[in-house]
T-cell receptor, first 113, second 113 residues
Framework: DAGVTQSPTHLIKTRGQQVTLRCSPK?????VSWYQQALGQGPQFIFQ???????QRGNFPDRFSGHQFPNYSSELNVNALLLGDSALYLC????????????FGPGTRLTVT | GDSVTQMEGPVTLSEEAFLTINCTYT??????LFWYVQYPGEGLQLLLK?????DKGSNKGFEATYRKETTSFHLEKGSVQVSDSAVYFC????????????FGTGTSLTVIP
Protein backbone atom coordinates (compact mmCIF):
# COMPACT_ATOMS: atom_id res chain seq x y z
CA ASP A 1 0.00 0.00 0.00
CA ALA A 2 1.62 3.22 -1.18
CA GLY A 3 1.68 6.06 1.26
CA VAL A 4 1.25 9.71 0.41
CA THR A 5 3.23 10.65 -2.69
CA GLN A 6 4.24 14.10 -3.88
CA SER A 7 5.76 15.47 -7.04
CA PRO A 8 8.12 16.90 -7.96
CA THR A 9 10.73 16.27 -5.28
CA HIS A 10 12.59 19.50 -5.90
CA LEU A 11 11.75 22.62 -7.86
CA ILE A 12 13.55 25.87 -8.62
CA LYS A 13 11.54 28.89 -9.75
CA THR A 14 12.14 32.58 -10.29
CA ARG A 15 10.37 35.39 -8.46
CA GLY A 16 7.04 36.24 -10.05
CA GLN A 17 6.56 32.82 -11.61
CA GLN A 18 3.79 30.38 -10.82
CA VAL A 19 4.19 26.81 -9.54
CA THR A 20 1.98 23.72 -9.20
CA LEU A 21 2.73 20.96 -6.72
CA ARG A 22 0.95 17.61 -6.74
CA CYS A 23 -0.12 15.13 -4.10
CA SER A 24 -1.63 11.65 -4.19
CA PRO A 25 -3.15 10.63 -0.86
CA LYS A 26 -2.80 7.30 0.86
CA UNK A 27 -5.23 4.69 -0.41
CA UNK A 28 -8.63 5.07 1.25
CA UNK A 29 -7.99 8.66 2.32
CA UNK A 30 -10.33 11.35 1.04
CA UNK A 31 -9.07 14.42 2.90
CA VAL A 32 -5.90 16.25 1.88
CA SER A 33 -4.11 19.05 3.72
CA TRP A 34 -1.16 21.17 2.65
CA TYR A 35 1.52 22.59 4.93
CA GLN A 36 4.44 24.94 4.38
CA GLN A 37 7.63 24.25 6.34
CA ALA A 38 10.21 27.01 6.22
CA LEU A 39 13.80 26.10 7.07
CA GLY A 40 14.20 25.50 10.78
CA GLN A 41 10.49 25.93 11.49
CA GLY A 42 7.51 23.72 12.13
CA PRO A 43 4.95 23.13 9.38
CA GLN A 44 2.27 25.79 8.94
CA PHE A 45 -1.22 24.84 7.77
CA ILE A 46 -2.16 26.23 4.35
CA PHE A 47 -5.55 24.61 3.67
CA GLN A 48 -7.51 21.37 3.65
CA UNK A 49 -9.60 19.85 0.87
CA UNK A 50 -12.50 17.45 1.22
CA UNK A 51 -15.06 16.47 -1.43
CA UNK A 52 -13.25 18.74 -3.90
CA UNK A 53 -13.94 21.81 -1.75
CA UNK A 54 -11.61 23.87 0.42
CA UNK A 55 -12.87 23.10 3.91
CA GLN A 56 -10.50 25.19 6.02
CA ARG A 57 -7.75 27.68 5.32
CA GLY A 58 -4.81 28.88 7.34
CA ASN A 59 -3.28 32.34 7.35
CA PHE A 60 -1.96 32.36 3.79
CA PRO A 61 -2.65 34.92 1.03
CA ASP A 62 -4.84 34.27 -1.99
CA ARG A 63 -1.72 33.62 -4.06
CA PHE A 64 -1.95 30.13 -2.57
CA SER A 65 -4.76 28.13 -4.11
CA GLY A 66 -5.60 24.49 -4.45
CA HIS A 67 -7.71 21.88 -6.07
CA GLN A 68 -8.89 18.39 -5.29
CA PHE A 69 -9.83 15.93 -8.00
CA PRO A 70 -12.51 13.21 -7.91
CA ASN A 71 -9.81 10.59 -7.21
CA TYR A 72 -8.88 12.65 -4.09
CA SER A 73 -5.50 13.74 -5.43
CA SER A 74 -4.71 17.39 -4.96
CA GLU A 75 -2.72 20.30 -6.35
CA LEU A 76 -1.25 23.32 -4.64
CA ASN A 77 -0.76 26.39 -6.82
CA VAL A 78 1.28 29.41 -5.85
CA ASN A 79 1.18 32.53 -8.02
CA ALA A 80 3.54 35.50 -8.15
CA LEU A 81 6.26 33.68 -6.25
CA LEU A 82 8.24 35.54 -3.61
CA LEU A 83 11.64 34.66 -2.18
CA GLY A 84 9.86 33.95 1.10
CA ASP A 85 7.86 31.16 -0.52
CA SER A 86 11.01 29.01 -0.53
CA ALA A 87 10.16 26.09 1.74
CA LEU A 88 9.33 22.42 1.98
CA TYR A 89 5.68 21.88 1.05
CA LEU A 90 4.11 18.90 2.75
CA CYS A 91 0.92 17.12 1.82
CA UNK A 92 -0.98 15.09 4.40
CA UNK A 93 -4.00 12.83 4.03
CA UNK A 94 -6.51 11.15 6.31
CA UNK A 95 -9.81 9.30 6.01
CA UNK A 96 -12.53 11.75 6.96
CA UNK A 97 -14.87 10.78 9.82
CA UNK A 98 -12.65 7.80 10.58
CA UNK A 99 -9.49 9.32 12.03
CA UNK A 100 -7.95 12.76 12.40
CA UNK A 101 -4.46 11.21 12.31
CA UNK A 102 -2.74 12.58 9.23
CA UNK A 103 -0.13 10.79 7.12
CA PHE A 104 2.52 13.00 5.57
CA GLY A 105 4.26 12.74 2.23
CA PRO A 106 7.98 13.36 1.74
CA GLY A 107 7.40 16.91 0.57
CA THR A 108 8.40 19.11 -2.36
CA ARG A 109 11.36 21.41 -1.81
CA LEU A 110 10.64 24.72 -3.57
CA THR A 111 13.45 27.21 -4.05
CA VAL A 112 12.59 30.68 -5.36
CA THR A 113 15.51 32.70 -6.75
CA GLY B 1 -5.85 30.45 19.48
CA ASP B 2 -4.25 27.04 19.65
CA SER B 3 -0.46 26.81 19.81
CA VAL B 4 2.44 24.57 20.79
CA THR B 5 5.67 25.62 22.46
CA GLN B 6 8.65 23.33 22.28
CA MET B 7 12.00 23.26 24.02
CA GLU B 8 14.56 24.89 21.80
CA GLY B 9 17.49 22.93 20.52
CA PRO B 10 19.74 21.74 19.30
CA VAL B 11 20.17 18.91 21.77
CA THR B 12 23.30 16.76 21.71
CA LEU B 13 23.47 13.57 23.75
CA SER B 14 25.79 10.62 24.08
CA GLU B 15 24.47 7.20 23.13
CA GLU B 16 22.44 5.55 25.94
CA ALA B 17 21.72 8.90 27.62
CA PHE B 18 18.23 9.86 28.83
CA LEU B 19 16.22 12.17 26.61
CA THR B 20 13.57 14.71 27.52
CA ILE B 21 12.11 17.21 25.07
CA ASN B 22 9.63 19.58 26.65
CA CYS B 23 6.36 20.53 24.99
CA THR B 24 3.53 22.69 26.31
CA TYR B 25 0.34 23.66 24.56
CA THR B 26 -2.50 26.15 24.53
CA UNK B 27 -5.86 24.99 23.23
CA UNK B 28 -9.42 26.29 23.39
CA UNK B 29 -11.14 23.02 22.55
CA UNK B 30 -10.34 19.36 23.11
CA UNK B 31 -6.92 18.67 21.67
CA UNK B 32 -5.24 15.43 20.83
CA LEU B 33 -1.46 15.55 21.07
CA PHE B 34 1.21 14.08 18.84
CA TRP B 35 4.95 13.76 18.43
CA TYR B 36 6.28 13.59 14.89
CA VAL B 37 9.85 12.86 13.82
CA GLN B 38 11.59 14.15 10.70
CA TYR B 39 14.78 12.58 9.43
CA PRO B 40 17.05 14.60 7.11
CA GLY B 41 15.51 15.12 3.68
CA GLU B 42 12.27 13.37 4.59
CA GLY B 43 8.70 14.20 5.53
CA LEU B 44 7.10 13.76 8.93
CA GLN B 45 6.52 10.38 10.56
CA LEU B 46 4.13 9.88 13.42
CA LEU B 47 6.06 8.77 16.50
CA LEU B 48 3.29 8.60 19.10
CA LYS B 49 0.00 10.17 20.09
CA UNK B 50 -2.40 10.65 22.99
CA UNK B 51 -6.03 11.52 22.49
CA UNK B 52 -7.13 12.63 25.96
CA UNK B 53 -5.88 13.67 29.38
CA UNK B 54 -3.73 11.12 31.24
CA ASP B 55 -3.24 8.99 28.13
CA LYS B 56 0.31 7.80 27.55
CA GLY B 57 1.58 7.37 24.02
CA SER B 58 4.55 5.11 23.38
CA ASN B 59 6.51 3.77 20.43
CA LYS B 60 10.08 2.55 19.79
CA GLY B 61 11.08 3.26 23.40
CA PHE B 62 9.73 6.83 23.31
CA GLU B 63 6.84 7.86 25.52
CA ALA B 64 4.85 10.95 26.42
CA THR B 65 1.96 11.53 28.83
CA TYR B 66 -0.88 13.98 28.17
CA ARG B 67 -0.97 16.22 31.26
CA LYS B 68 -3.99 18.51 31.20
CA GLU B 69 -3.19 20.13 34.55
CA THR B 70 0.19 21.36 33.28
CA THR B 71 -0.82 21.51 29.58
CA SER B 72 2.23 19.46 28.72
CA PHE B 73 3.23 16.50 26.57
CA HIS B 74 6.95 15.97 27.18
CA LEU B 75 8.79 13.38 25.10
CA GLU B 76 11.11 10.94 26.91
CA LYS B 77 13.34 8.02 26.07
CA GLY B 78 15.44 6.11 28.55
CA SER B 79 18.39 5.27 26.30
CA VAL B 80 18.92 7.05 22.99
CA GLN B 81 20.69 5.58 20.00
CA VAL B 82 22.58 7.21 17.14
CA SER B 83 19.66 6.30 14.87
CA ASP B 84 17.38 8.58 16.95
CA SER B 85 19.16 11.64 15.55
CA ALA B 86 16.42 13.68 13.89
CA VAL B 87 14.14 16.68 14.39
CA TYR B 88 11.18 16.13 16.72
CA PHE B 89 7.93 18.09 16.46
CA CYS B 90 5.19 18.33 19.03
CA UNK B 91 1.74 18.97 17.56
CA UNK B 92 -1.91 19.24 18.51
CA UNK B 93 -5.19 18.94 16.70
CA UNK B 94 -8.61 19.94 17.91
CA UNK B 95 -10.75 16.77 18.07
CA UNK B 96 -13.86 18.83 17.30
CA UNK B 97 -12.71 19.80 13.82
CA UNK B 98 -9.75 17.50 13.11
CA UNK B 99 -8.72 19.75 10.27
CA UNK B 100 -5.58 21.63 11.25
CA UNK B 101 -2.42 20.56 13.03
CA UNK B 102 -0.56 23.14 15.10
CA PHE B 103 3.14 22.33 15.27
CA GLY B 104 5.94 23.47 17.50
CA THR B 105 9.12 24.79 15.96
CA GLY B 106 10.92 21.47 16.30
CA THR B 107 13.84 20.25 18.39
CA SER B 108 16.92 18.91 16.66
CA LEU B 109 18.51 15.91 18.40
CA THR B 110 21.99 14.62 17.65
CA VAL B 111 23.18 11.45 19.37
CA ILE B 112 26.93 10.83 19.32
CA PRO B 113 28.52 7.39 19.77
Amino acid sequence: DAGVTQSPTHLIKTRGQQVTLRCSPKSGHDTVSWYQQALGQGPQFIFQYYEEEERQRGNFPDRFSGHQFPNYSSELNVNALLLGDSALYLCASRPDRVSYEQYFGPGTRLTVT
Amino acid sequence: GDSVTQMEGPVTLSEEAFLTINCTYTATGYPSLFWYVQYPGEGLQLLLKATKADDKGSNKGFEATYRKETTSFHLEKGSVQVSDSAVYFCALIDRNTGNQFYFGTGTSLTVIP
